[in-house]
T-cell receptor, first 117, second 116 residues
């Protein structure tokens, strides 16, 4: 199993350009997540999905859109990139947590380093 | 809202010395607590988790953490540091009693350096 993979690994954008980050998982997980990691701020949740065809906002959703057309893929889009979106982006997936008090480990991809100039 | 505070953004220890990484949480009800590790240029990996009555939790690679309700702490320790432990470590919290892994909140991280 490849686990969680992310494409691309690196990208440089100019302000105003758009791009899509692709996340794929082969573990048949229901839940998928997009985080951004910035120095001194840890990981912050951008958007997440609890199943195919569903998406929801996380802590810092502004400037991003997502889609989950297939269970194994979760796409993160930047319609008009801004320098404030320079960050490392991580995708993660997990089994469904539908019972109160349960937790299933999140499996992370290797990250995408995005620079917006 | 629940939060975690990691004291010390950088910690350096000598090889073979004790590793102690600090994490304190803020919550009126003890939450679930986790430690994740991130090796250079990689994603995060779960080290250990506290979700039950056992307050001393053992994880991978010889790490363990003790939940102390009176101190609202969940510090990570390892008796003898190894060069391969050099990484960034994140404490995370999830409210007890709620379903949904999206409720995980991460601390700001502690970068551990091992001195040969």
């Amino acid at each position: 199993n490849a686990g969680v993979t992310q494409t691309p690994k690196f990208r440089v954008l100019k302000t105003g350009q758009s791009m899509t980050l692709l996340c794929a998982q082969d573990m048949n997980h229901e839940y998928m997540y997009w985080y951004r990691q910035d120095p001194g701020m840890g990981l912050r949740l951008i958007h997440y999905s609890v199943g195919e065809g569903t998406t929801a906002k996380g802590e810092v959703p502004d400037g991003y859109n997502v889609s989950r057309l297939k269970k194994q893929n979760f796409l993160l889009g930047l319609e008009s990139a801004a320098p404030s979106q320079t960050s490392v982006y991580f995708c993660a997936s997990s089994n469904a947590s539908r019972l109160a008090g349960t937790y299933y480990e999140q499996y992370f991809g290797p990250g995408t380093r995005l620079t917006v100039t | 809202a629940q939060s975690v505070t990691q004291l010390g953004s950088h910690v350096s220890v000598s090889e073979g010395a004790l590793v102690l990484l600090r994490c304190n949480y803020s919550s009126s009800v003890p939450p679930y607590l986790f430690w994740y590790v991130q090796y250079p240029n990689q994603g995060l990996q779960l080290l250990l988790k506290y979700t039950s009555a056992a307050t001393l939790v053992k994880g991978i690679n010889g790490f363990e953490a003790e939940f102390k309700k009176s101190e609202t702490s969940f510090h990570l320790t390892k008796p003898s540091a190894h060069m391969s432990d050099a990484a960034e470590y994140f404490c995370a919290v999830k409210p007890r009693g709620l379903f949904g892994n999206e409720k995980l909140t991460f601390g700001t991280g502690t970068r551990l350096t091992i001195i040969p």
